[in-house]
């Protein structure tokens, strides 16, 4: 499946933070979601290939890489009291069926 | 722009009833509808999806119906057993594979 870490982590404001996703096996496509208390994912990035492709409604401080073995990382500088959430990690084939994206457990982000 | 929209922010029903979900879109361009289920501290579970050339899927207890002229998707859980309290968000993408656009969530509770 697909596995994120960390799964709690605790920063101050103005600090960087790196969470990192392996994808599940033979998926080629990896996104990022936020989850802020009490509201549904909001998409962040899709990668593919290596290749950013489709961002939501989040500034530049948000950066993603997607590496050759397909495992991704979500890097966050000068964070905000607001990052605080749960951040999710989702993989898919590049053709499905169903639409189905397959998520992590997730890493919960608290900004202090 | 709140392109799908989970109306009902939580549903209590007795164990054996029916659950129905609710989820209304506004983005005629949207292809594939799909429901996730998720409980605390997990990450989102994937149940069942329709795309929009359909406008009713089954899989075991679960069903989804889709009316696209009025933007509406419903999910019906029956019967309902204590296991499916958790909650339940409708997402919706414009193609397979593609990001999702998720609701607000309805929290479910099923009283055995």
């Known amino acids: 499946g697909v596995t994120q870490s960390p799964t709690h982590l605790i920063k101050t404001r103005g600090q960087q933070v790196t969470l990192r996703c392996s994808s599940q096996?033979?998926?080629?496509?990896v996104s990022w979601y936020q989850q802020a208390l009490g509201q549904g994912p909001q998409f962040i990035f899709q990668?593919?290939?290596?290749?950013?492709?489709g961002r939501g409604n989040f500034p530049p401080r948000f950066s993603g890489l997607q590496f050759p073995n397909d495992s991704s990382e979500l890097n966050v500088n000068a964070l905000e009291l607001d990052d605080s959430a749960l951040y999710l990690c989702?993989?898919?084939?590049?053709?499905?069926?169903?639409?189905?994206?397959?998520f992590g457990e997730g890493s919960r982000l608290t900004v202090l | 722009d709140q392109q799908v929209k989970q109306n009902s922010p939580s549903l209590s029903v007795q164990e054996g009833r029916i659950s129905i979900l609710n989820c209304d879109y506004t983005?005629?361009?949207?292809?594939?509808f799909l429901w996730y289920k998720k409980y605390p501290a997990e990450g989102p579970t994937f149940l069942i999806s329709i795309s929009s050339i359909k406008d009713k899927n089954e899989d075991g207890r679960f069903t989804v119906f889709l009316n696209k002229s009025a933007k509406h998707l419903s999910l019906h859980i029956v019967p309902s057993q204590p296991g499916d309290s958790a909650v339940y968000f409708c997402?919706?993408?414009?193609?397979?594979?593609?990001?999702?656009?998720f609701g607000g969530g309805t929290r479910v509770l099923v009283k055995p």
């Open positions: 989702a993989s898919s084939p590049r053709s499905s069926d169903t639409g189905e994206l397959f």
């Open positions: 997402a919706a993408s414009k193609a397979a594979g593609n990001k999702l656009t």
């Open positions: 096996s033979g998926h080629n496509t």
């Open positions: 983005n005629s361009m949207f292809d594939y």
């Open positions: 990668y593919y290939r290596e290749e950013e492709n």
